[in-house]
């Protein structure tokens, strides 16, 4: 290999490191400026209190709501 040709390679070798630098904070700037994943909706979650009893609603598969009556902590008189 001839000094030229080494030139080039050390010179090619610093260009490909100094890309890949630039991209790699690019990247990271896209990723913290797009901000947090979106989260899941919950299950189930309690919304009001009727009486002794807490109001819980449901959301489906199909991102519908469901409300019941969750009175698992009422005691039950006789």
């Not at 070798?13 to 919950?42: C, D, H, N, Q, W």
Request: hydrophobic share 40%; net charge neutral.
């Amino acid at each position: 290999m001839y000094d030229s040709n080494k030139e080039a390679a050390i010179e090619f070798v610093r260009g490909a490191g100094f890309v890949i630098l630039v991209m790699g904070v690019f990247f990271t700037f896209v990723l913290l400026l797009s901000g947090p994943a979106e989260k899941k909706p919950e299950k189930f979650k309690v919304v009001d209190k009727y009486n002794e009893c807490n109001v819980v609603r449901y959301t489906d598969r199909s991102n519908q709501w469901h409300y019941f009556l969750d009175c698992s902590g009422r005691e039950t008189v006789p």
